[in-house]
């Protein structure tokens, strides 16, 4: 049975979830990788097949590439054989996927945290209602689609694979209402982007405007930098560094909360998250509720310690 993984890559680079998602396609039947955009690299070829790729299907659309409908288009062709189509759920790959599913028939789940194949159906878990609830839900539809998060499935390479095939895929793309004009990239913070963080350090009012320690902190840890909102109203931070109902949604290992409350707002973008670290002064501050460990001190005093700490055990 196959499974069409939509590989997420910025240029060359193919984004970490994709190869979580490859891993766990394995469990699904035969992974095929779909490439959209620019030509991948042999590289990228082959990091795709370390990882259970049999084939990599390209389609290109230059720049109306980036419009959903058009993906969607793309998507369909590469994906007529497949029984179940994964992908990570970013905004954009929720619409793709919506379009997908009107235009197949296929069932569909986005921000799934994990999906099995049972009695021949899909069967995804997630997390819903800010967290408060899990949820598994049976994919009726002989075809499935699924939008699964970050680092809910540990990559692991599939051992030596032979090159899979660059297979070229051609559709008859809609014609569409918009038109892309110009495309600009954003300039972002080095290091791993929060939404696909296996470690996130967030700072909220606590902080007083001092990101110092929580980059720091963040950077010892390989992690991104998160944080409340009321800090980014502030312009401590940029907006992209919000995490919560209104800002990004994060499941990282771990998620460490430096002067943040716990608002439910700020708690539904990371409650999913696996183990939750909270330092703060009140020792009745929400977040504890919903933390594995917590600290009651300064964010000032707990980070050196924390920092000072996890390098002597590292011998640094
Ligand atoms: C519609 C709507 C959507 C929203 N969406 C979001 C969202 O997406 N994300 C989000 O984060 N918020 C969101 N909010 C805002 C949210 O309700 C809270 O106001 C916000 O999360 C609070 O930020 P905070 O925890 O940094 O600040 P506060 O609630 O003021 O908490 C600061 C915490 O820092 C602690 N502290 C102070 N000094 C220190 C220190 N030195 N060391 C350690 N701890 C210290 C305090 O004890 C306190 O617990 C939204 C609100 C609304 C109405």
């Known amino acids: 049975?196959?499974?069409?993984?939509?590989?997420?890559?910025?240029?060359?680079?193919?984004?970490?979830?994709?190869?979580?998602?490859?891993?766990?396609?394995?469990?699904?039947?035969?992974?095929?990788?779909?490439?959209?955009?620019?030509?991948?690299?042999?590289?990228?070829?082959?990091?795709?097949?370390?990882?259970?790729?049999?084939?990599?299907?390209?389609?290109?659309?230059?720049?109306?590439?980036?419009?959903?409908?058009?993906?969607?288009?793309?998507?369909?062709?590469?994906?007529?054989?497949?029984?179940?189509?994964?992908?990570?759920?970013?905004?954009?790959?929720?619409?793709?996927?919506?379009?997908?599913?009107?235009?197949?028939?296929a069932g569909m789940v986005v921000d799934a945290a994990g999906a099995a194949l049972v009695d021949g159906h899909i069967e995804t878990d997630q997390t819903v209602f800010a967290a408060t609830w899990n949820v598994r839900t049976r994919i009726e539809t002989d075809k499935a689609i699924v939008g699964l998060r970050p680092n809910t499935t540990q990559a692991v390479e599939a051992g030596p694979s032979a090159h899979p095939a660059l297979v070229e895929i051609a559709a008859d793309l809609p014609a569409t209402a918009v038109t892309v004009t110009a495309i600009e990239h954003v300039a972002q913070d080095e290091g791993v982007p929060l939404a696909e963080a296996p470690v996130v350090v967030s700072g909220g009012r606590g902080t007083n405007g001092d990101y110092t320690l929580i980059r720091e902190f963040a950077e010892l840890l390989g992690g991104a930098v998160g944080a409340s909102r009321d800090a980014t109203d502030e312009g401590w931070i940029s907006h992209e560094h919000m995490v919560g109902q209104t800002g990004t949604t994060v499941t990282p290992a771990l998620y460490v909360a430096c002067g943040i409350s716990g608002a439910v707002h700020h708690r539904g973008g990371m409650q999913a998250s696996g183990t939750v670290v909270a330092i703060n002064l009140d020792p009745d501050a929400p977040i504890f509720e919903i933390s594995d460990f917590g600290v009651v001190g300064s964010l000032f005093d707990v980070i050196p310690q924390a920092i000072e700490t996890i390098k002597a055990h590292r011998g640094q």
Do not use: C
């Not at 389609?59 to 998507?75: H, I, M, Q, S, T």
């Open 1 to 105: 049975m196959t499974v069409a993984v939509l590989v997420e890559h910025r240029g060359d680079q193919v984004a970490a979830p994709t190869l979580e998602i490859l891993t766990l396609a394995r469990s699904l039947g035969t992974p095929v990788a779909v490439w959209l955009g620019g030509t991948p690299s042999a590289d990228a070829v082959a990091l795709l097949g370390r990882y259970g790729a049999t084939e990599v299907r390209h389609g290109d659309a230059g720049d109306a590439g980036r419009l959903p409908e058009v993906a969607a288009a793309l998507l369909e062709e590469a994906s007529a054989d497949a029984a179940t189509v994964l992908m990570v759920s970013t905004f954009v790959n929720k619409e793709t996927a919506t379009r997908l599913a009107l235009a197949t028939g």
